[in-house]
């Protein structure tokens, strides 16, 4: 039954079927293959209980908080507060690339908004300065996908929602991961230039009275991470409540800015409106297949044939993680996460592994599939913004990232204190 979805389900991807309608139609399909029960009847059950749960306010609320940023030039401050921060370092503007990508993710939640965001304020200064573009190309899109790792992220919520895992507790273990990956993202960009110091383009050295004065593009943001993730362990505010208030604070900055329009408004409430119908689609449709996957017994299948196979925890670890590997090539990590994580996140319990550890690791297979080829949504929000050249380069500009999340991922393994210490601090 196993093989038989995956062969339905990316017949359907391959055949460009929207992700939401290729799982609601993979769910009628095995419906109709292994149950006589029309259990289509149940969808508007299933759909109405699910959109209903309070945790998923907080997606729009996140999605909003991004657009308002983005819109309103917040964004462009922070950017331009990078550079004068991170810019003397060999690579110059590619460090800024990553840890603007780290700031923002860190308000936004989302690695697609992330990339496109950074990606919009960043791009034009390519040919300006001089960088070898792949490399350039490569930390917009690999430093996007912490968009998903660092808090406030809408896939950890979604996890913790899949999953019946605290919410407030994947945050925590997702903090330092997120830190340790965009620190080893910049020390590639470093070893690259070192070996091939003309890619670094020219240098930034702005003055210290200059690196004083862009702090007043860097505060902000950092002050609705300090609202939104404060205001969660400080115990006044949900998950849910935590991004209103941030929305309200993102709305504060952009009057303060003087950039808060209804113009402004109408644009931001429009893009939330698009990116929310989508997401929520696909987790409706997500939702009502996994229902049909456990109703046709096909989770405790895969549970049972796994842990009969005989394998050890570790074993059975690295066949977990080098399947999550290749389906990253060819489906999208939102799909990704919602089909697969009820399935396998009972396996790992089983075996003993802790639940949110597992959310973390989960988050870095993800961003991995986030840049990989053929699927890669990332590759092809950089070139969408990017506009000229072939979808090769990005590509190739992303190798040594996907190299350096393996690194990443090998880490958690040996090392899962790195996700399980903050946590273990506060709880």
């Not at 690339?97 to 960043?122: M, P, Q, R, Y």
């Not at 860097?218 to 208030?245: D, K, Q, R, W």
């Not at 990332?378 to 000229?388: A, D, P, S």
Request: aromatic fraction near 8%.
């Amino acid at each position: 039954m196993l093989i038989q979805a995956l062969v339905i389900l990316l017949g359907l991807i391959a055949i460009s079927v929207p992700v939401a309608a290729a799982l609601g139609w993979l769910g009628l399909a095995l419906n109709y293959l292994h149950m006589p029960m029309p259990l289509y009847r149940a969808l508007g059950d299933i759909a109405w209980q699910n959109s209903t749960e309070f945790l998923l306010v907080a997606i729009p609320m996140f999605v909003l908080l991004g657009e308002i940023l983005l819109r309103s030039g917040i964004t462009e401050r922070m950017y331009d507060g990078m550079v004068k921060w991170l810019g003397w370092l060999p690579g110059g503007l590619m460090h800024s690339n990553i840890g603007s990508c780290s700031l923002f993710a860190a308000t936004s939640g989302s690695s697609v908004a992330t990339a496109a965001t950074i990606g919009t304020v960043a791009l034009p200064e390519v040919e300006k300065r001089g960088y070898n573009e792949r490399l350039f190309l490569g930390t917009i899109a690999a430093g996007g996908t912490l968009g998903i790792l660092i808090p406030p992220s809408i896939n950890l919520i979604i996890y913790g929602l899949l999953t019946d895992t605290s919410v407030p507790e994947l945050y925590l273990a997702g903090f330092l991961p997120g830190l340790v990956l965009a620190g080893l993202f910049m020390l590639t960009v470093i070893v690259a230039c070192m070996v091939k110091p003309a890619w670094g383009g020219e240098a930034v050295r702005p003055s210290w009275t200059e690196r004083i004065s862009s702090l007043s593009g860097l505060v902000p943001p950092l002050g609705i991470f300090a609202v939104v993730v404060g205001s969660i362990y400080a115990g006044l505010a949900t998950p849910t409540e935590a991004a209103s208030l941030g929305v309200v604070a993102a709305l504060g900055l952009a009057a303060a800015n003087r950039t808060l329009s209804i113009e402004m408004l109408k644009h931001a409430l429009e893009g939330t409106m698009r990116t929310t119908a989508m997401i929520m689609l696909i987790i409706l449709a997500a939702i009502f297949l996994n229902f049909i996957l456990a109703t046709i017994g096909l989770t405790q299948a895969l549970t049972d044939f796994i842990v009969g196979l005989g394998l050890t925890p570790m074993q059975t670890m690295l066949m977990i993680i080098g399947f999550y590997i290749v389906l990253g090539c060819f489906m999208e990590t939102l799909s990704m996460l919602l089909t697969t994580a009820p399935l396998v996140t009972p396996i790992i319990i089983t075996l003993g592994f802790d639940p949110v550890w597992f959310g973390i690791l989960l988050m870095v297979l993800l961003e991995t599939a986030l840049i990989t080829p053929p699927i890669g949504i990332n590759l092809y929000v950089v070139q969408g913004i990017r506009k000229t050249g072939g979808l090769n380069d990005v590509m190739i500009g992303t190798l040594p990232f996907v190299a350096t999340m393996f690194v990443m991922i090998a880490m958690l393994l040996i090392f899962p204190e790195i996700a399980l210490w903050l946590p273990s601090l506060v709880y």
